[in-house]
């Protein structure tokens, strides 16, 4: 948001606010960081 430093203005009334947006995708892009190999495994877990 940009009263934080960003660059999304706010919605007034919005019902899932740009911050949890904002939020909830950093979350996932962090899980996927921390859980690539494992996502991404191919040998469908055989090592």
């Known amino acids: 948001m940009k009263k934080d ?19 909830a995708v950093k979350g996932g892009l962090e899980f996927f960081g921390h859980e690539k190999a494992r996502l991404l495994d191919e040998t469908g877990g055989k090592s």
């Open 5 to 23: 430093g960003g660059v999304f203005d706010q919605f007034a009334g919005a019902t899932i606010t740009p911050r949890a947006v904002v939020k």
